[in-house]
C-alpha cells in the first residue's frame, strides 16, 4: 500500500496498537508507530477525503496512536483531519457527500452520502473527543448534525438506512443491520450533546431488535455489526436512552 497511505481508507491501526499494548510485542508496536506516522507526515498537509471512511481511518489511526504513544504529534494530525471535516459537512443536511462510483448509480452522477461510512467516520469523531483536552462545542455540532443527516437523509422509516443519499436507485430502500450497529454511539452522542428526545427515540428505533439477530456473516461483516456496538450500547445505557 505504497508506505501504508491508501486513499480509499483500507489501512487499520487500532489493532496493532491494542494487540501490542496486550501482549508486549514490541514488532506490531512498532508496525503501528511507522504506519501512523506516515499517514500523520503525508496525509495531513493537504487532507481531503471522498466518501467518509477515507477520512475515518486516518483519524482512528492518528487517536490511537496519540493515546498509546502520548505523542502530540498525532493529536495534531487528528486535528487536522476533523478540521478538514467540519469543512466539508454538507451546511444544510449535515452529511459528507462525494460522488460514488457511477456502477453503484446506474451510471448517473450522483452528490450522495453513504451511512455505513458515516458510521465509521464518526467513531474517529468521537475518539477524538475522548482524547481532545481543549473544548470543542464545533466538534460536538458536528456530531448533532450528522445524526440529523442519518435521520433526515439516509433513513428509510419502517426499512432502514439507504445505500447511497440522494441516488433514484436507492431512494426508496432501505437497509437494517451492521450500519444501524455502527451509527448507534453517533445517534446516542448528539441525544447526550442535545438532550432532544427525537435522537433518543431515533436510536431506538435504529438498533430496535438488531441485538438478537446474528451477525451477518463473517469476517468484514462480523466486524461491522461487533466493533463499534460496544460503545453505542455503553453511551445510549449512560443516558438512559437503551432498552432493557
Known amino acids: ?6 486513499r480509499q481508507g483500507h489501512v487499520f491501526q487500532e489493532g496493532n496498537w491494542l494487540f501490542a499494548a496486550l501482549t508486549g510485542d514490541r ?24 466518501i467518509e471512511r477515507t477520512a475515518a481511518w486516518p483519524l482512528i489511526n492518528a487517536v490511537t496512536a496519540y493515546r498509546f504513544s502520548g505523542n502530540p504529534y498525532y493529536l495534531n494530525a487528528a486535528r487536522l ?26 451510471n448517473l452522477p ?19 473527543l475522548d482524547e481532545e483536552p481543549l473544548d470543542r462545542p464545533d466538534v460536538r455540532r458536528m456530531v448533532v448534525r450528522g445524526a440529523d443527516w442519518l435521520m433526515n437523509e439516509s433513513w428509510v422509516p419502517g426499512q432502514g ?11 426508496n430502500s432501505g437497509k ?12 446516542a452522542a448528539a441525544y447526550e450533546f442535545t438532550n432532544d428526545p427525537k435522537y433518543a427515540a431515533f436510536w431506538r428505533e435504529m438498533v430496535g431488535d ?5 451477525a451477518e456473516g463473517m469476517g468484514k461483516g462480523f466486524t461491522m455489526s461487533t466493533r ?15 432498552e432493557e
Not at 1 to 6: K, S, Y
Not at 179 to 186: A, K, Q, R, W
Request: charged share 25%; aromatic share 12%.
Open 210 to 214: 438488531q441485538l438478537s439477530r446474528p
Open 161 to 171: 438506512f439507504r445505500y447511497i443519499t440522494n441516488c433514484a436507485k436507492y431512494r
Open 81 to 106: 483531519i476533523i478540521d478538514r471535516v467540519l469543512e466539508r459537512q454538507d451546511p444544510v443536511t449535515g452529511g459528507w457527500p462525494h460522488w460514488p462510483p457511477l456502477s453503484e448509480v446506474d
Open 27 to 50: 514488532f506490531l508496536r512498532d508496525v503501528a508507530e511507522r504506519a501512523c506516522t506516515n499517514q500523520a507526515e503525508k496525509l495531513t498537509p493537504r487532507f481531503d477525503f471522498s
Open 110 to 128: 450522483t452528490y450522495g452520502g453513504k451511512a455505513f461510512a458515516v458510521g465509521v467516520l464518526s467513531f474517529g469523531i468521537l475518539r477524538y
Open 228 to 242: 463499534q456496538t460496544v460503545f453505542g450500547l455503553d453511551r445510549a445505557a449512560r443516558q438512559g436512552i437503551a
Open 1 to 6: 500500500l505504497r508506505g501504508a497511505i491508501d
Open 176 to 187: 437494517r443491520g451492521a450500519t444501524c450497529l455502527l451509527n448507534s454511539e453517533f445517534v
